[in-house]
């Protein structure tokens, strides 16, 4: 078998995950095996330069048709991609690093930051990021566990 290894660890096609280091401590993902590079929702996204650097400047909210728990979040860029849509936009972001908690695992990953207002998930996670010991089950979800229900119900702007 062809890249897999004991040490695997199994996830499924929709996991809710951490971004600690930048203060998100939820989000739902989506699992995608057809995407590269792994994508976050950002809004206010905006360039800028410290110390002759490049650096990004966004807002992430977490949460579907909430603002509850929204995070202002400045990073070094890292990188810019080209990356097409499934819709064939082609679209330059910049790449960020971060530390994703994914099934109770944490692993460094690139994250292009981009407006995903109208998609399901606020997050992709794609190859780069499971070819540090993921498999992926199809038929599973949340194989990491859930947030605590209140967590869930009191971020999503309901009363």
């Known amino acids: 078998m062809s890249g897999l290894s004991y040490s695997s660890t199994l996830t499924g096609w929709r996991e809710w995950v951490r971004l600690d280091g930048i203060g998100v401590s939820w989000v739902k993902a989506k699992v995608d095996t057809g995407a590269q590079t792994s994508a976050l929702h950002a809004t206010d996204i905006t360039e800028f330069e410290r110390d002759g ?3 990004v400047k966004f807002t992430v909210q977490p949460w579907q048709t909430s603002e509850a728990d929204a995070v202002d979040v400045e990073l070094p ?5 080209l990356v097409r ?16 908690g994914l099934v109770g695992r944490e692993v460094d990953v690139e994250l292009t930051l981009t407006d995903r207002e109208e998609m399901v ?4 996670i794609g190859r780069e990021a499971l070819q ?5 089950d199809p038929g599973a979800s949340f194989v ?16």
Do not use: I, K
């Open 77 to 81: 860029v890292h990188d810019r991609r």
């Open 144 to 159: 990491g566990g859930r947030p605590p229900r209140e967590v869930r119900r009191r971020n999503r702007g309901r009363a």
């Open 85 to 100: 849509s499934s819709s064939g936009h082609t679209e330059s972001r910049p790449v960020v690093l971060v530390t994703l």
């Open 121 to 124: 998930f606020r997050m992709l």
């Open 53 to 55: 650097a490049p650096w």
């Open 132 to 136: 540090q010991g993921f498999v992926v």
